[in-house]
């Protein structure tokens, strides 16, 4: 069993940064393709980015392309999420998630196995 807890979320203007951190315990990650997936109210979870567990290869949904960042430590079991630029359009929960170890990157949800609560992330206009 792998444990996901998000934390870094909250408000900021429309411009802004904000870096959200994804703590796993349990199983260790190193070997797992770690994902970001969003979902604003009302719409439907979209993947948002993702880095590959030995190769560190990472993959971004067009929005957040050149804005966001995706990093990991896996000495220290944690993944994160640099999102610079912000937009209001970013408004969502955001969530971390695990797939199964060895797997390749994949933007789709159903390929992760572990997933976190999610932190909010509020852009302001």
């Known amino acids: 069993q792998v444990q996901l807890v998000e934390s870094g979320g909250g408000l900021v203007q429309a411009g802004g940064s904000l870096r959200l951190s994804c703590a796993a315990s349990g199983r260790s990650i190193n070997v797992r393709t770690m994902g970001w997936f969003r979902q604003a109210p009302g719409k439907e979870r979209e993947f948002v980015a993702a880095i590959s567990g030995i190769a560190g290869r990472t993959g971004y949904a067009d929005s957040v392309k050149g804005r966001f960042t995706i990093s990991r430590d896996n000495a220290q079991n944690t993944v994160w999420l640099q999102m610079n630029s912000l937009k209001p359009e970013d408004t969502a929960v955001y969530s971390c998630?695990?797939?199964?170890?060895?797997?390749?990157?994949?933007?789709?949800?159903?390929?992760?196995?572990?997933w976190g609560q999610g932190t909010q992330v509020t852009v302001s206009s």
């Open positions: 998630a695990a797939s199964a170890p060895f797997r390749p990157i994949t933007t789709i949800g159903s390929d992760y196995d572990y």
